[in-house]
């Protein structure tokens, strides 16, 4: 599974920047996708998350700002973030979780594909 992300920039205070990713390749059965992110010096962490039955996830400190949107046919997932604040500056990856079937194991494997990260800066 390849997952292209795009959508980052530089942005002030209180402004807006829209993220998306596209999954393509041997995509299988893909059951959630989400975006995390890294900023210097910490570790990465979850941003939002939607499921298959389009469950959602938020990080608290996105809650009210962040809104996480998946076209299931498309393979594709969007972050809209809004009224973005300094502590938003991070890399932002692109995370699918990817549904296999292990013949070997007769059961089900879950992998996790990742997008290059694309840079959020948010200026005060």
């Not at 570790?43 to 009210?64: F, M, N, W």
């Not at 498309?74 to 809004?82: D, E, F, G, P, R």
Request: charged share 15%.
């Amino acid at each position: 599974v390849q997952l292209q992300a795009s959508g980052g920039g530089l942005v002030q205070v209180g402004g807006s920047l829209r993220l998306s990713c596209a999954a393509s390749g041997s995509i299988g059965h893909i059951t959630a996708m989400g975006w995390y992110r890294q900023a210097p010096g910490k570790q990465r962490e979850l941003v939002a998350s939607v499921g298959s039955s389009s469950s959602t996830i938020y990080a608290d400190s996105v809650k009210g700002r962040f809104t996480i949107s998946r076209d299931t046919a498309k393979n594709t997932v969007s972050l809209q973030m809004n009224s973005l604040k300094p502590e938003d500056t991070a890399n932002y990856y692109c995370h699918a979780e990817v549904k296999t079937f292990n013949i070997a194991e007769a059961d089900y494997d879950y992998l996790d594909a990742w997008g290059r990260g694309t840079q959020v800066t948010v200026s005060s």
